[in-house]
């Protein structure tokens, strides 16, 4: 029979890895990474497509404050997932013969009830 104490590298050897309470730690701490940016992704998705509509209506929408709100409106009806602004929410003015469209909302999202997440979101066309 074998005493431990003439193995001297047993008592120096110490475990390594991850303790199961880190493990549920680094699963819980994903989760909620995950769960903000699937909440988070369709509005900055909705923010680049407003951002894309707005610079088109910059440039063809027309000459007047009216028809540059009808042409975004329009495109607004084409595209899926804008709901959150309209043509008679943007700012329309020109400077240096140039038309520049400025827009800003606010987007509540529900993360876990009660808990929300309000973005703001603002923007000009190029």
Do not use: C
């Not at 369709?42 to 610079?55: C, D, G, H, K, L």
């Amino acid at each position: 029979m074998m005493n431990l104490t003439s193995r001297p590298f047993l008592a120096r050897h110490s475990q390594s890895g991850i303790t199961l309470v880190g493990l549920l730690f680094w699963a819980v701490m994903v989760s909620a990474f995950a769960l903000v940016l699937m909440k988070v992704f369709p509005a900055v998705t909705e923010y680049r497509t407003i951002q894309s509509m707005v610079n088109k209506a910059a440039h063809d929408g027309g000459g007047t404050v009216s028809d540059i709100r009808t042409a975004f409106d329009r495109a607004a009806s084409v595209e899926y997932g804008v709901t959150s602004i309209a043509g008679r929410d943007l700012e329309i003015t020109k400077e240096e013969d140039k038309v520049v469209i400025k827009f800003a909302y606010d987007r509540e999202i529900e993360l876990i009830p009660p808990v929300y997440l309000l973005i703001k979101f603002q923007g000009q066309s190029k």
